[in-house]
């Protein structure tokens, strides 16, 4: 990604002669695109790492031909570069992540769609391997992992997640970590990192009923986006003015003989 520029200093007996250049480039030994023009100066910018050999040729005005020994150029490698401030955090929407009043991070409910949107800076134009971690360094979880594969130039990225739960589950909201990770095809990397909240969503239960002509029988569905949330249940109903509770999933009674069908 830096530009390289080489002179030529011709030797020629007549000091009258005027010159034309011809500049040839190889890049790993294959030939490499040479900007066009025959001056006496050649700029060019390496695209990506590699062992570039520079020859040049040069014709006076009578026709006779020189070359000078070719150089030798060994470029080095460079990492991609990512920032925080590179991650974008969105909801399903689009818009990005609010911060609550009284809370210092962006807040994600359990199991909401979260997309993230990145970009990163590299003056090589390699393809480049992005390693989202969703739950970097969070105790007891196994990694949740997406890998994506861009192409040779492409510097932008997206990628979606859902929280099947905040972590641990018994509290209202808890922070995670989301590591990125750009390596380029020599493996040089840079990782950046962003930590929001995901926050426990509240179950929407729904009672489904099985009842029969002579029992009342009584299910809850409980409706939660936190897949591996337990639940605990506090029935209450009344029959013939007695007040009843319950607290399993179900209950049933029987219909008071009076009013079976």
Do not use: C
Not at 79 to 106: E, R
Not at 170 to 184: F, H, L, Q
Not at 187 to 193: D, L
Request: aromatic letters at 6%; charged letters at 15%; proline letters at 8%.
């Amino acid at each position: 990604g830096t530009p390289i520029t080489l002179s030529a200093n011709p030797r020629d007996p007549g000091s009258a002669d005027t010159h034309t250049f011809v500049w040839t480039i190889t890049r790993d030994g294959n030939p490499f695109a040479v900007p066009p023009g025959s001056a006496q100066s050649l700029t060019f910018t390496p695209p990506d790492d590699g062992v570039y050999v520079v020859s040049l040729q040069a014709t006076d005005n009578n026709g006779s031909v020189g070359a000078a020994s070719p150089v030798t150029i060994n470029v080095a490698n460079v990492a991609p570069t990512i920032l925080p401030g590179n991650i974008m955090l969105k909801d399903a929407a689009g818009n990005p992540l609010a911060i609550p009043s009284g809370d210092s991070l962006q807040v994600i409910a359990e199991g909401a769609p979260l997309t993230l949107e990145g970009t990163f800076t590299d003056p090589g134009t390699e393809a480049h391997t992005v390693i989202i971690t969703w739950n970097h360094g969070k105790a007891g979880e196994a990694a949740q992992q997406t890998t994506l594969n861009l192409a040779p130039g492409v510097t932008t990225f997206n990628a979606t997640h859902a929280y099947i739960d905040d972590n641990p589950t018994a509290t209202i909201r808890d922070p995670y970590t989301i590591s990125v990770r750009v390596e380029d095809a020599d493996m040089a990397a840079s990782t950046a990192s962003k930590t929001l909240h995901v926050a426990n969503a509240l179950p929407m239960p729904r009672i489904i009923d099985n009842s029969t002509s002579t029992m009342v029988n009584l299910t809850v569905e409980e409706n939660d986006p936190g897949n591996t949330d337990t639940f605990t249940y506090a029935w209450t109903w009344t029959a013939d003015g007695v007040i009843s509770t319950a607290t399993t999933k179900s209950i049933s009674f029987a219909v008071p003989a009076d009013r079976a069908a």
